[in-house]
């Protein structure tokens, strides 16, 4: 895709579903069991990972400093998924 936002892709861009990931990890694992440290981190990356696979999502993590929810639709968008789990990595 071009960084030339046509109407078309700005529809697509805004269509994009967002989740959460400590929404996503709740419903994986159950309310705030994955903050307890009771899942290993290996598998709760590759159940996200998963999940991703499964329901045509895009993955995006950035620390705060360069997180940006327009860039993530916009990524989810060219890589062809109609949703995008979020994660703050600050």
């Given at each position: ?33 994955w903050l307890s ?54």
């Open positions: 895709m071009s960084n030339l936002m046509t109407p078309e892709k700005l529809k697509l861009v805004n269509a994009v579903e967002e989740v959460s990931v400590c929404r996503l990890m709740d419903e994986l694992y159950g309310e705030g069991v440290h009771k899942v290993k981190y290996e598998d709760e990356c590759k159940a996200v990972q998963e999940w991703c696979e499964k329901n045509n999502a895009y993955y995006y993590a950035m620390p705060r400093e360069h997180f940006s929810v327009w860039e993530a639709r916009r990524k989810a968008v060219e890589a062809g998924k109609t949703k995008v789990v979020l994660e703050d990595l600050s």
